[in-house]
């Protein structure tokens, strides 16, 4: 299949490329490089064998640049990663964030619909459960409220993606769930490449390990987890990546609208992580507990049997691959793409 790949030069872009391509597929990305570099997608087209990924540095936004990507390719589907993710700046930007998000899938849904792409998949998160109502978390488990206008953005656009596979029954739609994405290729040459102090647990422990910053901050080790500190179904960027190529084939047999969880159902606790990664990596990462983040909660880890049933995706690699991959990555390039 010929795929539209939006925010394709960010870090599960990225690696969602790469396992399109070993799948047969190919690909054309629309990104603004807002968050990304175009030397991913040199690195992706190296490890895939090509000369180059195809590449419109672009706004989805814009109505006519996107109006020109669509006639310059005919597209099967859209796997549309392209936004702005970080929660604490979402609080700070909420116009950024819903004009960016919201409206940014508007364009694009009018244009795949005037172009006859009528398939999508769509880059969701657990964060639409809020503070989840049952663990592990099924798919059937209400969506709770989003504390922040990032997990509004994603919450809504789900309702707007079904609501319109719900008026036109031609369209396929896959909303995915990602659960808490780290871990790198295994080739060390692509990763996550976050601006600034970074907002996530693991590029903040491969900082600290790294000697970029001093001490990893422990937010809070007094949630009702088993060690106190908060708890998250982690899960490897790879096998994230090949989620998406076994939802094209749903799509390929017209599934309709299709929902699912995507982590391992494994919850691993801060320290867990941490001390992992030390392990491991055999490198040390001083930390301090401090307080509580305000928004977070206690425990959020999924029941993944859906994907398995139906995707016949299921996550290969363990909490100690992902500490790996995430320190391969930091130390082979300890200032990212500017390396
Ligand atoms: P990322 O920031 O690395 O990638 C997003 C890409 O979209 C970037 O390359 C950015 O430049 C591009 N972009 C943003 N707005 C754009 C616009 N208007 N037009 C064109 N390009 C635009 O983030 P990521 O971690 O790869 O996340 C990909 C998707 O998955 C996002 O939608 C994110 O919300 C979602 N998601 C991420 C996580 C996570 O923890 N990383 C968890 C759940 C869901
Ligand atoms: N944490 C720390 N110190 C840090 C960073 C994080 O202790 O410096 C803790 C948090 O308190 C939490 C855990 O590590 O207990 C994971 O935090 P992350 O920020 O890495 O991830 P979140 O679960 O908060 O959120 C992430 C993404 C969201 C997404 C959500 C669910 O940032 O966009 O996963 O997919 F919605």
């Excluded at 070993?22 to 054309?28: D, F, N, P, R, W």
């Excluded at 422990?205 to 949630?223: C, H, P, S, W």
């Excluded at 919850?267 to 977070?296: C, E, H, M, T, W």
Aim: proline residues 5%.
């Amino acid at each position: 299949m010929k795929i539209l790949v939006t925010g394709g030069a960010g870090y599960i872009g990225s690696h969602t490329l790469i396992e399109l391509y070993a799948a047969g597929h190919t690909a054309v990305v629309v990104d603004n490089l807002y968050n990304s570099s175009k030397e991913s997608l040199r690195r992706v087209a190296h490890i895939v064998g090509v000369d180059e990924i195809p590449f419109y540095e672009a706004d989805i936004r814009d109505k006519n640049k996107l109006e020109s990507v669509f006639s310059d390719h005919q597209f099967d589907c859209c796997i549309h990663f392209a936004g702005l993710k970080a929660v604490g700046e979402s609080v700070a930007k909420p116009l950024e964030y819903y004009e960016n998000n919201m409206n940014g899938t508007f364009v694009l849904l009018d244009a795949m619909r005037r172009h006859g792409c009528k398939n999508i998949i769509f880059s969701s998160s657990a964060t639409v459960y809020g503070d989840p109502a049952e663990i592990p978390i099924t798919e059937e488990c209400p969506k709770g409220h989003c504390t922040n206008p990032y997990g509004q953005t994603k919450s809504m656009l789900e309702e707007v993606l079904k609501d319109v596979q719900t008026a036109d029954t031609e369209w396929n739609v896959v909303l995915l769930r990602y659960f808490n994405p780290i871990g790198a290729h295994s080739s060390g040459t692509i990763g996550e490449n976050p601006n600034g102090i970074p907002n996530n647990l693991m590029p903040y422990i491969t900082q600290v390990a790294i000697g970029k910053r001093k001490e990893l901050g422990i937010f809070g080790n007094d949630y009702d987890t088993p060690d106190g500190t908060g708890v998250r179904d982690y899960i490897h960027v790879v096998d994230l990546a090949k989620a998406h190529v076994c939802a094209l084939k749903a799509i390929s047999r017209k599934c309709g609208l299709g929902i699912y969880n995507i982590g391992t159902g494994h919850g691993y606790s801060v320290l867990d992580v941490v001390n992992a990664f030390i392990k491991v990596n055999g490198v040390n990462v001083p930390y301090k507990i401090q307080p509580r983040r305000p928004g977070d909660i206690a425990t959020c880890y999924c029941n993944p049997a859906k994907a398995q049933a139906e995707l016949g995706w299921k996550a290969q690699y363990g909490i100690e691959d992902m500490c790996r991959d995430s320190w391969n990555w930091q130390k082979n390039n300890p200032n990212g793409y500017q390396d």
